[in-house]
Structures are given as C-alpha cells and as structure tokens.
C-alpha cells in the first residue's frame, strides 16, 4: 500500500514553491475512506497532498509518509439541490468539466485549476472571483475528514456550533471539546491565516483552512450555481489612480446589481501594474488582440455576467470607462467566444509567468535564489494606499518589483523580482515592513495562499495574531492531534 521506490518518491518531494530538501519515507495512494483512515492510525507523521501547488512549501514533505489524495477521484451530483460530493482528488478543472455538461459552476475556484478539492479546501482558497463569490468556506456544505488517530468524522453545516469559544466534537463515540481561539481575525474578503476562529462558530469551518494540520480531508460536498454567460473585457488605463477609480466605480454597480438596480454584474477585476506588463512578451498582447500599452499605463481584467442583457451591461461597462475618463477601446470578449477569452486570460497569466522566467535565469547564477512575493490583502477603501506603499518601500531599497492580482476586494501580490541573494534578502525584510503596516490597516499579510511552511508567512501569522494566538492554535492542534502527526511544521513548527 506504501510506495517506497525511489523513483516515485522523488516525484513528491517539491511542490509549486520549488523550496529544496524535500525527503519522505514513502508515497501512498488511498483510494477509499477507510485505507485512508488505515494510513494515518498506522504512521508516525503524514503530509497530505493534492497537486503539489502550494505557494508556500506546504506540500513539500519533511520526512514520514506523503498521502497523495490523487486517487481519491469520486463525483457524486445532486443536480435537484444544487449540491456536488468531490473526492480530494478530484482536480478544479475535472470538477468544472463534470459540472457544464449540466450547466452548472463551482463559482470561488482560485486561478490555477489543477488544483485538487482538497487541497482548495485546506487552503481555503480564493481567487479573482472573491468579490462577488467569497471564498471557498462559503460553499462547503459537508465535509469527511480523517482525525490523526484514524477515526472518521463526517461533519455538516449546522451539525456541531460553537457555545461561545467551545466547540464540540463527536467521533467514533468521543467527544473532544476544542478550544476556539480568541483573537479576531481581519475583516477581509478573503483569508488563508490558520485556523477559522470566532464565537458560536461552525464546526465545520475550523477544518476548511487548517492545511492539513487538523485532519485529512478525503471528501467535500460542495454548493453549485448555474453556470453564468460571462463577458470579458481587458482595460488600458493610464495609471494607478485611474485604475482604482474604474475599479470603485465597477464595484458600486455590481453591488447595485446585486440588488436588483441595474444590469453591470460584475464578479472579477483583475490588476496588472506597468512594471509587471513589462515581463510580457509581445506575442501575449498579439494574441489577446491589443498591443504592448505605454510605459505608465496598467491593465484591468474584468469579468461581468450577462445572461439575457449584453447589450445593456456593455452600455453601462461603457458609461463607467466614460465617466472614469479611459479614452482607449477595451478589449472585449462576448459570451459565447472561447478562444477570445482564453487568450485574455492567457495575457493576465503570462505576468506571473514573465516574472517566474525572469527568477529563474537569475538563479542559474545564484541557485538559493527564490522568488520574494507578498499576499496581501486591505480593506478597499485603504487600496490606493497600500499600493503606493508597496511601490515606495521597494524604490526605497532599489529593488526591481512587480504589482498584481486580484484589484476587485483588495488582494494584491506586490513581487520583488531578484537578481542576486541580497535583493532577496532585503525583499524579505521589506515585506516583514509592509506585512505589520497592512495589519495595522486592518487587513492581512496572508489573503489566499496560506501559510505552509514558509517561514516568512509563519512570522507574518505571529504578526497578525500575536504569542497568545499563536499558541491558542497550537493547543487546538494538540486537542485533536497530540502526537503532532498531521503536516508537522506546516502552519507554525512543530
């Protein structure tokens, strides 16, 4: 049941952050509940894994047996109530396939999906449509989940609620009271920071989020909509202030759509500053139907749902670029043309893409080197300030930078783009410096990639919660998982 070949093991022993070391003792592949519950009762330590995309060396393993979730592949659709069954590992893009032949979507998928249900699930993960959607918490209706001694816990929405910061559950005839802890997380749109924490909480929602510190997820009941007409449509703006007005403006009209006042539904708008655009080819703008846009200017993505009212939603697209001033034609992809959409969204991924590239030669001379990247989050009435903030801290230190990300609720990712160790070193030490300004804005250093075991993000999750919430979490762990067998050191060491 436990692959201890060499070759295969290698295959595990990275994941998406490309952080060095990995090592584990073997690979198994479960494909039901119970050999899932059979592994974990038998090993000293388990790291689950789903696609191995974690940001954050999360699904890097350290040691013990990795359990890969990739087996774990069930689909069970209850189209009558809008409701999905997915195993672990199930991938984003297998999930939504399944879902259009019935005309349904899964709505807060995060950007890249191969990301496995699991995976999302542990990660709380969120992506452009957060503004609209919410993140993944929204939408988990039951879950199954593996506890560290092997017992099965199958959890629904309303089963188990918290009595002020006690929380109660019952599995295999036990009852373990947990305590929640007290401190109040940021009041943001979307946040991957540790364990879920508030009185008269769901039990349900202290696994969504906890990266596999708390339980292996084996399988996820998952709310589904139908699925939208979407227009696309790619923006030029000519700076930053130009952009967040756009921005403002697009958000109170999707609000007042939301009310049933107007028709400009919009569910994403995506940011690109000038110097990320800069580490795109020309052949990304070609294809998308534009052309490499001034040295100051900054790309807006935005996405709006247009069932049976196009027309009427692109005359209010185009009253808001009016109003805001935008003198340049959008970009504009109609429901209906695929390839069109996918070549906008092809140009928005080919920014992180440029930047990976540019990482990566600098680290054909300095082979430590590794990307330096922010995940932060602000309410969006301090967003035009944390981006200034952003660009004047990194011009500070001289430091090559790139800005984008998910404009629409205030989730930026500010990139110092390295070309030696000591740029990195430096990066890291200015992101330490913004990570406690954006917290004290009221927001967080960790919206939607949490916190693995990057050691960067685990300062950062001290910052935000302090010594006493840091170790209010570390003893929830321990009521659930004494041994600290579960994905020791990711979240905080063991």
């Not at 330590?45 to 350290?62: D, E, K, N, W």
């Not at 009041?187 to 991957?192: F, N």
């Not at 697009?250 to 800069?278: F, K, N, P």
Request: hydrophobic letters at 45%.
């Amino acid at each position: 049941m436990i692959e201890t070949d060499p070759d295969i093991v290698r295959s595990f022993l990275s994941d998406a952050a490309h952080v060095p070391g990995g090592f584990a003792a073997g690979v198994a592949f479960p494909r039901t509940v119970e050999e899932v519950a059979s592994l974990v009762a038998s090993a000293e330590t388990v790291l689950p894994i789903g696609a191995q995309s974690s940001l954050t060396g999360g699904a890097t393993p350290r040691g013990g047996l990795v359990l890969s979730t990739r087996s774990l592949t069930g689909i069970l659709l209850d189209q009558q109530h809008r409701r999905v069954r997915v195993g672990a590992g199930v991938p984003l893009s297998t999930l939504q396939a399944h879902l259009a032949t019935r005309q349904l979507w899964y709505p807060p998928a995060p950007t890249y999906d191969g990301a496995f249900v699991g995976g999302v699930v542990s990660t709380n993960a969120a992506g452009a449509a957060t503004f609209k959607f919410g993140t993944t918490r929204r939408w988990v209706e039951a879950l199954t989940v593996v506890l560290a001694d092997g017992r099965v816990l199958s959890v629904s929405r309303g089963d188990s609620i918290a009595v002020g910061h006690d929380l109660r559950l019952d599995a295999g005839g036990t009852t373990v009271h947990l305590p929640v802890p007290t401190y109040r997380m940021p009041d943001v749109p979307k946040l991957s920071a540790g364990y879920f924490a508030a009185p008269g909480m769901d039990l349900l929602d202290l696994f969504v989020g906890s990266e596999g510190t708390l339980g292996v997820i084996v399988d996820v009941v998952l709310r589904v909509i139908p699925r939208p007409s979407r227009c696309t449509a790619l923006v030029e703006c000519v700076d930053d202030a130009q952009a967040f007005a756009v921005t403002r403006a697009l958000r109170e009209r999707a609000t007042q759509a939301w009310h049933g006042d107007g028709v400009l539904d919009v569910s994403a708008i995506e940011y690109m500053d000038a110097r990320s655009l800069a580490f795109v080819a020309d052949a990304a703008f070609a294809a998308a139907g534009t052309r490499r846009p001034p040295d100051s200017a900054v790309l807006l993505l935005v996405q709006f749902d247009a069932t049976d009212q196009v027309d009427e939603a692109m005359t209010a697209f185009s009253d808001v670029l009016d109003g805001a001033g935008v003198s340049t034609d959008p970009v504009v992809a109609l429901p209906g043309d695929a390839a069109a959409t996918a070549n906008l969204f092809a140009l928005r991924e080919a920014v992180p893409a440029g930047v990976n590239a540019a990482v990566a030669a600098a680290k054909q001379r300095t082979p430590l080197l590794q990307k330096t990247a922010g995940d932060f989050i602000v309410p969006f009435e301090r967003l035009a300030e944390s981006v200034a903030l952003y660009r004047r801290a990194f011009e500070a230190h001289s430091l090559d930078y790139a800005i984008w990300g998910h404009v629409s609720d205030g989730n930026l990712h500010p990139n110092v783009v390295p070309a030696t160790a000591d740029d990195m070193e430096r990066g890291n030490q200015v992101l330490r410096e913004l990570a406690r300004t954006v917290i004290a804005m009221g927001g967080s250093p960790l919206a939607e990639h949490g916190v693995g075991r990057s050691t960067l993000k685990q300062e950062f999750l001290r910052q935000l919660y302090g010594d006493v919430g840091i170790d209010q979490m570390r003893r929830l762990k321990r009521s659930l998982d004494p041994g600290w067998k579960l994905a020791p050191g990711v979240l905080f060491p063991a």
